[in-house]
T-cell receptor, first 112, second 114 residues
Framework: GQQVMQIPQYQHVQEGEDFTTYCNSSTTLSNIQWYKQRPGGHPVFLIQ?????EVKKQKRLTFQFGEAKKNSSLHITATQTTDVGTYFC????????????FGQGTILTVHP | DTEVTQTPKHLVMGMTNKKSLKCEQH?????MYWYKQKAKKPPELMFV???????INESVPSRFSPECPNSSLLNLHLHALQPEDSALYLC?????????????FGPGTRLTVT
């Protein structure tokens, strides 16, 4: 099935610092989704990227899809304590239509 | 209404018990999913229902039995579970089954098997 490597596994930042998490695939992706899971919560959909080289912004969050559609990143500018949580990328499952495979996630801690 | 609800929130059961997890959505979504999530790990897909029919079973042990009574409801019947089955069980739904649809997750049922 489709697999994606996500790094880093953990990231500790001071409030106000920037944060980036990366997802990489060895194969070309049709699209990629990003989810956020707060501590004790459930995954919440953030965005979907479909086009090669696509860049989308949501306030302080910037999402990019690589030109070769094999990698993606999520960048948060000037982190806030509300950004704490685990950020997952998720990709379609290849042969299993409808299957979403999640990256391992990046756990973000923001120190005030 | 963009909410997926799950009951119960917490469940403790013995290895000989039979219990059921319930999930409901009223968004008119045609695909519904069960995921299992261990601490500090990503959700792992268990089952997918599309138009009330089971379309994906990720080789889940038979002690987990899904059921989709109608397009809004999804159940997961549990029987003779093992302690390693303790986890957060998440239900999700999407407009259709496919890679272009975002998934809406419920709050989950935290299951402990003793």
């Amino acid at each position: 099935g489709q697999q994606v490597m996500q790094i880093p596994q953990y990231q500790h930042v001071q409030e106000g610092e920037d944060f980036t998490t990366y997802c990489n695939s060895s194969t070309t992706l049709s699209n990629i989704q990003w989810y956020k899971q707060r501590p004790g919560g459930h995954p919440v959909f953030l965005i979907q990227l479909v086009k090669s080289g696509e860049v989308k912004k949501q306030k302080r969050l910037t999402f990019q899809f690589g030109e070769a559609k094999k990698n993606s990143s999520l960048h948060i500018t000037a982190t806030q304590t509300t950004d704490v949580g685990t950020y997952f990328c998720a990709v379609a499952g290849g042969t299993s239509y409808g299957k979403l495979t999640f990256g391992q996630g990046t756990i973000l801690t923001v120190h005030p | 209404d963009t909410e997926v609800t799950q009951t119960p929130k917490h469940l403790v059961m013995g290895m000989t018990n039979k219990k059921s997890l319930k999930c409901e959505q009223h968004m008119g979504h045609r695909a519904m999913y069960w995921y299992k999530q261990k601490a500090k790990k990503p959700p792992e897909l268990m089952f997918v229902y599309s138009y009330e029919k089971l379309s994906i079973n990720e080789s889940v042990p038979s002690r987990f039995s899904p059921e989709c009574p109608n397009s809004s409801l999804l159940n997961l019947h549990l029987h003779a579970l093992q302690p390693e089955d303790s986890a957060l069980y998440l239900c999700a739904s999407s407009q259709g089954e496919g890679e272009t649809y975002e998934q809406y997750f419920g709050p989950g049922t935290r299951l402990t098997v003793t």
